[in-house]
């Protein structure tokens, strides 16, 4: 793995793009961060690559450009022990809460290889505040993945030690297919599995939208399908990608909060018995394009990757 670019602020959170097969052609990114007031000792936050782009296509998403197939356990694991290492050499990490996303770039569904990842971390660095996240479409397809997900999540994550999220952005199902295109589990589907899937102590199931204008969010719908004691509801911006300006669509999280759009959203979610994340910090992502794939997209693209010191993401926790 050689790293070709390094954007950030230690302090705050620092974004790596490697070539991970020293071949030009095989590149990811990856991030970690703290949340201040949070000291890295108290949380810190990893986010890192499963597939080299996407082949999901997602409306919003930057990383879908120029598929180039899986990431091995072993490189997935090499961004860990990269930014494990750099700050704790003896590989212990004290962090209170050390959580690890596998959902930068890739459906992490499509690479089984996310599972061996999985079985190998808790014996790769020593971390008692260890939690593991997988964010997922949920593709058609992948029920064998999510079977041995489940049988990982309880033999070596329990107790709320694991965190899941499901990407839906909105309950038009229809709608849904345009954000998304490619064939996934329907909410019916999500519901099921997520009720076998939280067991007594684990988190809550996160279900992540990112509001857009003319994409509804229909909480008679929500509770049709996904149980309050199960499920939670995130609410995040919708990025200013690449994609995003070619689709035109309009965030309702930095596009409505003056009219109140969002927070009657929330106070509708909420009285229906569901918790609410709001996750406002990300916004500041925008002043530097530092969303899923850009980066990556960038260097195929030709521009030149420079390092940027003052990068003023406080918030990197989708």
């Known amino acids: 793995m050689k790293i070709i670019g390094e954007y950030g602020k230690d302090e705050l959170a620092i974004l790596y793009v490697a070539d991970m097969r020293n071949d030009g052609e095989h590149i990811v990114e990856f ?7 949070f000291t890295r000792e108290e949380k810190w936050v990893q986010i890192v690559s499963t597939l080299y ?3 999901a296509g997602c409306a ?4 879908g450009g120029g598929y180039r197939g899986k990431l091995t356990a072993n490189e997935m694991l090499s961004q860990i022990l990269y930014m494990v290492k750099r700050r704790y050499p003896d590989g212990r990490v004290p962090a209170k809460k050390f959580k690890i996303q596998f959902a930068r770039m890739g459906e992490p569904a499509l690479n089984p290889a996310v599972l061996d990842a999985l079985e190998l971390l808790p014996f790769e660095i020593d971390a008692p505040g260890l939690i593991p996240s997988v964010s ?18 309880r033999r070596l994550y329990p107790a709320g030690m694991f965190q899941l999220q499901f990407s839906i952005h909105t309950t038009d199902e229809g709608k849904r297919d345009e954000i998304i295109p490619i064939k996934k589990w329907d909410f019916a589907k999500i519901a099921e599995y997520g009720a076998r899937f939280r067991e007594n ?20 719908i929500l509770k049709r399908y996904f149980d309050p004691s199960i499920f939670l509801i995130k609410l995040t911006p919708l990025n200013p990608t690449k994609k995003v300006a070619e689709k035109s669509l309009e965030s309702l999280v930095d596009g409505c909060m003056s009219d109140g759009g969002i927070g009657k ?5 909420k009285a229906a018995g569901y918790d609410v994340i709001l996750s406002i910090g ?13 980066y990556a997209t960038e260097h195929f693209d030709g521009v030149k990757l420079e390092l940027r010191k003052e990068y003023p993401t406080a918030d990197y926790t989708r």
Do not use: W
Not at 60 to 63: K, R, S, T
Not at 282 to 294: A, D, K, M, T
């Open 31 to 37: 991030v970690e961060s703290i949340q201040p007031p």
């Open 201 to 220: 102590g684990d988190r809550k199931i996160t279900l992540n939208f990112a509001p857009a204008r003319d994409y509804p969010i229909d909480v008679g």
């Open 282 to 294: 990300e916004l500041e992502e925008n002043q530097i394009g530092s969303n899923c794939g850009q």
């Open 60 to 63: 919003m998403c930057d990383a």
């Open 136 to 153: 997922t479409i949920a593709p058609h397809g992948a029920d064998a993945f999510f079977e041995r997900l489940l049988e990982i999540k």
């Open 265 to 269: 959203l929330t106070d509708e979610l």
């Open 53 to 55: 782009g996407c082949p």
